[in-house]
């Protein structure tokens, strides 16, 4: 079956940068994608997401960057702190599924924020 | 609002042993999804419901595995008999149609030695 899958396995930055976290999908009938945080010891959290009709969407501190042409998706953080320090997943579902719907995830991605 | 509740949250079990998790979802939810976790498989969705009827089932890995729904508030997977393959993390989470309204558990670390 189709997954989605993520380019980095790990990312470092320094407290106060911008971190860029990546993923690919393969299945082009998905519309609707999540980015979701998980820290050590806990369930996954959702953070932002964007429907296949719009490019980009915005958060607070996040953006989430959608390019359907080449099936990529990205995570940005703006001021990176030591809090963001998780392991981030992508998911992607298609939502026109009257019987319910279910989120393909991605590996994930380790985020490691140094002082 | 209490989130979603799976038990145990720890389970260490002998090789053959049967092994039922637990969960409770979010009141009101009307979809629950059943997920294992791995380093080396990432996150899988194993089995979700849908006002209570399971939707689909292809992600069970094999018949050892069953999962059950007698009620919206309530949820069971079972292992039977359970193998140390099996060890994982098991999240189970739930949503109200709208997919971004997905709640995880904290989820349920089994060990099968």
């Known amino acids: 079956g189709e997954n989605v899958g993520l380019h980095l396995p790990t990312l470092s930055v320094q407290e106060g940068d911008n971190s860029i976290i990546n993923c690919a999908y393969s299945n082009s009938a998905s519309d609707y994608f999540i980015w979701y945080k998980q820290e050590s010891g806990k369930g996954p959290q959702f953070i932002i997401d964007?429907?296949?009709?719009?490019d980009k969407r915005q958060g607070q501190r996040v953006t989430v960057l959608l390019n359907k042409t080449v099936k990529h998706l990205s995570l940005q953080i703006a001021a990176t702190q030591p809090g963001d320090s998780a392991v981030y997943f992508c998911a992607e579902t298609f939502v026109a599924n009257q019987a319910g719907t279910a989120l393909i995830f991605g590996k994930g991605t380790t985020l490691s924020v140094s002082s | 609002d209490a989130g979603v509740i799976q038990s145990p949250r720890h389970e260490v079990t002998e090789m053959g042993q049967e092994v039922t998790l637990r969960c409770k979802p979010i009141s009101g939810h009307n979809s629950l999804f059943w997920y294992r976790q791995t380093m080396m498989r990432g996150l899988e969705l194993l089995i979700y419901f849908n006002n209570n009827v399971p939707i689909d089932d292809s992600g069970m890995p094999e018949d050892r595995f069953s999962a059950k729904m007698p009620n919206a508030s309530f949820s069971t997977l079972k292992i039977q008999p359970s193998e140390p393959r099996d060890s994982a993390v098991y999240f189970c989470?739930?949503?109200?149609?709208?997919?971004?309204?997905?709640?995880f558990g904290s989820g349920t670390r089994l060990t099968v030695v």
């Open positions: 989470a739930s949503s109200l149609g709208v997919v971004e309204g997905y709640t």
């Open positions: 964007i429907r296949s009709n719009m």
